[in-house]
């Protein structure tokens, strides 16, 4: 065997036994690089006579192309080889079941408010929001509430440091400043449901700092009482989840409709523990609501004279404790994992009409 070919298997099993990228770019400068065997071999062919050149010149570059071929092919495989491995430890196993445990749960005042939007939907109703900082304007004085009129004092009010032009804002008392909201930014018919959080100075087993009230808002050219009702009626049937229901209606006093009605629902409270909806001697407080204040639909751009409407709330986070048997509102902001996992709800069963409420 010529002195070539050696050199040639050599150089070959030297770039096979190439374990890494390392391993081989040693082989390829002991080759190739500027000291390399081969480039010394090419170095004596300008010391050779010309026919002799001739001879060899070939010889040395095809053998210096074939280990170039063979040292690319070898990087390519290692690099194969590098990347396979590293897929293979970062592999995952699809077979393995998913935690046997889902670990958060939708709390139920997001369950309630889902549930009561889905109803509301349902019933021709849009969503309508707005900024828990409120201005003073919007969550009182547009409501008929004017600066220094007693019914503030219905209302325990975070005020917020006044602003530089004198205005304040406060953390809205109530969602009826979406009531104002919408009307100034809708043209009637309107039909609004607003969930949301509100906040008062106040806290004992059933009244929190911050809770949730929903508020809704009808407004057209004829509405009356009676459509309030049917409203409630059929908002009660479906998120109690009772073919038939009763509500009796007393006379209130809020600033913002005239007249005011709070509405009362029956339900039987006679055994311990548990309460049924439709039936029994006994009343649960259900929601404030009224006529819209004429003043109210002026303040805030409508004619009085041409439409009328309907405005109901009342607390998100009570509906919540009477319908989940819930006995205090306190845990509900105190994120203890233990009563979220006692009465929160599967993060899955979003609730509709059709697929069930509250399964
Ligand atoms: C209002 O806030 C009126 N804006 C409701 C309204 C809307 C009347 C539209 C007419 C037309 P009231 O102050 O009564 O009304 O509060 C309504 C409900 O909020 C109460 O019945 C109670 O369920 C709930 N609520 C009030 N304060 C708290 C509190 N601190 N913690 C938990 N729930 C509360």
């Known amino acids: 065997m010529s002195d070539i070919q050696t050199l040639e298997r050599e150089i070959l099993a030297a770039i096979s036994a190439a374990r890494d990228e390392a391993a081989l770019e040693a082989v390829r400068v002991a080759a190739l690089g ?3 065997a081969i480039s010394e071999l090419l170095k004596t062919l300008g010391g050779m006579s010309a026919d002799e050149r001739k001879e060899k010149g070939p010889t040395f570059n095809s053998l210096r192309d074939r280990i170039a071929d063979a040292l690319a092919a070898r990087k390519a495989a290692l690099a194969d080889d590098a990347l396979s491995a590293k897929l293979a430890t970062e592999r995952v196993d699809v077979t393995l ?7 958060g749960t939708i709390h139920p005042v997001s369950q309630v408010l889902d549930e009561m939007t889905a109803i509301f939907a349902d019933l021709g109703f849009a969503i309508a929001e707005g900024p828990d900082v409120e201005y003073d304007d919007y969550n009182f004085t547009k409501l008929n509430i004017p600066p220094d009129h007693p019914a503030r004092q219905m209302h325990d009010t975070f005020y917020v440091a006044p602003q530089a032009d004198g205005s304040r804002h ?6 009826s400043p979406v009531q104002v909201r919408t009307m100034l930014s809708q043209k009637p ?5 607003s969930p949301g959080r509100t906040y008062r100075v106040d806290s004992d087993a059933t009244h929190s700092a911050m809770f949730h009230q929903f508020e809704g808002l009808v407004i057209d050219e004829v509405t009356h009482l009676g459509n309030l009702k049917w409203v409630l009626e059929e908002f009660c049937k479906a998120f109690f989840e009772v073919d038939q229901v009763e509500i009796r209606a007393r006379p209130s006093f809020f600033p913002f409709t005239e007249p005011s009605v709070e509405w009362d629902l029956r339900c039987d409270r006679s055994a311990p523990g548990k309460i049924v909806f439709g039936t029994g001697n006994d009343w649960l407080e259900l929601a404030g609501s009224g006529m819209v204040h004429p003043r109210v639909l002026e303040m805030c751009g409508i004619d009085p004279e041409k ?5 109901f709330g009342g607390g998100l986070d009570r509906l919540a404790m009477l319908k989940y048997g819930i006995p205090d509102i306190r845990p509900f902001f105190e994120s203890d994992l233990r009563w ?3 009465y929160g709800f599967a993060a ?7 697929g069930g409420l509250s399964r």
Do not use: N, S
């Not at 406060?170 to 969602?175: D, K, P």
């Not at 018919?189 to 449901?193: H, S």
């Not at 439409?307 to 405005?311: E, L």
């Open 340 to 342: 979220l996992r006692h």
């Open 97 to 103: 079941p998913a935690r046997p445990e889902p670990r």
């Open 34 to 36: 500027k000291k390399g």
């Open 170 to 175: 406060v953390l809205r008392t109530h969602t």
């Open 189 to 193: 018919p309107i039909r609004i449901i």
């Open 307 to 311: 439409y009328q409407g309907f405005a």
């Open 348 to 354: 899955l069963d979003i609730p509709t009409l059709d």
